[in-house]
């Protein structure tokens, strides 16, 4: 509010500065709400380039800094195209690419698959479960579908965290 005219800023370097906001979530607001070129990578996007450029079934189990350069020379140099770019890669992976059962059938990259040119072979790895009940993440989720109803500013303080050991999907809701 006060370094930003009550304003979300617009640019990595100055989102990258709020408290709580990471290189990911940086990238991803400057490129998708701002139509910044910028190199997004998230689960999905490593996930398609291991298989299609890299011929693995998964990428490493934590982001490197390999992947990161295969990601920046795969980004189109025109602004516009990399947002493109950035939000098709991203699709590809939640939609065709998925972590269990690819649909490489469908997929309109399949002739140029490294991963399936190589025979499809197994994991390196076996890749652990992501913790959700009781997480930031988990909250953050719910948060935002207080936000999408609501119609005047929601006081964050008033929100409530969800219980850790709840199995149900939480609920942040205003405390009126
Ligand atoms: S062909 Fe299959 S493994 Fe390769 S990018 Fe497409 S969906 Fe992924």
Not at 12 to 35: E, I, K, R
Not at 153 to 174: C, G, H
Request: glycine share 6%.
């Amino acid at each position: 509010m006060e370094q930003h005219g009550g304003k979300v800023p617009d640019t990595h370097a100055s989102l990258l500065s709020l408290p709580g906001v990471g290189d990911y979530t940086a990238a991803a607001v400057a490129a998708f709400a701002f139509g910044r070129r910028e190199t997004v990578v998230d689960t999905n996007i490593r996930r398609v380039h291991a298989r299609l450029v890299s011929g693995l079934a998964l990428p490493a189990p934590s982001l490197t800094a390999s992947e990161m350069r295969l990601a920046e020379s795969l980004m189109p140099d025109d602004v516009t195209l990399s947002v493109r770019w950035n939000a098709s890669v991203m699709e590809l992976g939640a939609l065709v690419c998925t972590a269990r059962s690819p649909k490489c059938s469908d997929c309109p990259v399949r002739d140029s698959c490294a991963w399936l040119a190589a025979g499809e072979p197994p994991p390196t790895y076996t890749p652990k479960g992501q913790a959700w009940h009781g997480t930031d993440r988990q909250l953050r989720g719910a948060v935002m579908a207080v936000l999408r109803v609501a119609d005047s500013p929601v006081a964050p303080e008033l929100f409530e965290r969800p219980q850790p050991t709840s199995a149900s999907t939480p609920r942040a809701r205003p405390c009126r």
